[in-house]
């Protein structure tokens, strides 16, 4: 079941949701909302998505993934757009989320620290993660308590 997503907005920027995706437990996938991060003009600055539930693959791979465009780096939009998802979170009646990064992202770290994560370690990616062969080896992982 998903929940809308008209109240995740600040006076910055909303989320905008594109499409949600069923969960495939063959995939150990978990259901997920994918979201466009835009500013309150409108303008599409970004993506952002959440997997909710907790299994291996979120341990590894997160609950929430983001990016933004390259014009609008440097004002925290990826931290506000978590904290939006947060609440979106709360809705699926979770209490925490995780979310990695590659040890060598300093920015998608920094984003993880702005947003109030917790580091717990960094990881090894398991051979039979998709993550993995996509040629990563190490996440760093964060806890967040919402």
């Known amino acids: 079941m998903f929940f809308g997503v008209e109240d995740l907005k600040t006076d910055e920027i909303f989320l905008k949701l594109t499409k949600t995706c069923e969960e495939q437990p063959e995939k150990r996938w978990l259901p997920a ?12 600055i970004g993506k952002c998505d959440l997997r909710i539930g907790h299994n291996d693959k979120t341990y ?11 014009p609008y780096r440097g004002h925290h939009y ?6 939006l998802l947060f ?9 925490y989320l995780i979310i990695t990064c590659d040890p060598a992202n300093v920015a998608s770290y920094k984003t ?20 993995y062969a996509e040629g990563k080896r190490k996440v760093k992982i964060y806890r967040f308590d919402i």
Do not use: R, S
């Open 60 to 70: 590894i791979g997160g609950n929430i993934g983001y990016g933004i465009d390259e």
């Open 112 to 131: 993880c620290e702005h947003a109030g994560g917790i580091f717990i370690e960094t990881a090894n990616i398991p051979e039979d993660n998709e993550m």
């Open 78 to 83: 990826a931290a506000k757009a978590c904290k």
């Open 33 to 44: 909302y994918y979201l466009d991060i835009c500013l309150v003009d409108g303008t599409t």
């Open 87 to 95: 609440q979106q979170a709360k809705k699926h009646g979770l209490d």
